[in-house]
């Protein structure tokens, strides 16, 4: 049974950094087609990076290249997505994706809110 576990994300500033990975089980991260997708809010979801099985090589998205890098570990069995100089229009729900015997494989998600603001903090005022 294939797992595929995101975890890394949160709330970041503009140009700030941040690394999300993925967890895998049932699937070796370094020989199979990896990826990385996002969701925006009220939009579909977006293809940002893939890497290929061994040394095949990697693909982004036009609005990622250059400050995202997708990489792997296989000691680790995980996948990984190094985004720098993070822009609002990054704000969404990371994926990691796998393709394995014809099938492919998502994680849960990880949120990723790229922000000036914090996240609030809830008031109640109760007699």
């Known amino acids: 049974q294939v797992q595929l576990k995101e975890s890394g994300g949160g709330l970041v500033q503009p140009g700030g950094s941040l690394k999300l990975s993925c967890a895998a089980s049932g699937i070796t991260v370094v020989t199979s087609h990896m990826s990385w997708f996002r969701q925006a809010p009220g939009k579909e979801r977006e293809f940002v990076a893939r890497?290929?099985?061994?040394?095949?090589?990697?693909s982004y998205v036009d609005s990622v290249k250059g400050r995202f890098t997708i990489s792997r570990s296989y000691a680790e069995n995980t996948l990984y997505l190094q985004m720098n100089s993070l822009e609002p229009e990054d704000t969404g729900t990371y994926y990691c994706?796998?393709?394995?015997?014809?099938?492919?494989?998502w994680g849960q998600g990880t949120q990723l809110t790229v922000s000036s603001w914090g996240q609030g903090t809830q008031v109640t005022v109760s007699s």
């Open positions: 890497i290929g099985p061994g040394g095949s090589g990697t």
């Open positions: 994706n796998g393709f394995y015997r014809g099938t492919q494989h």
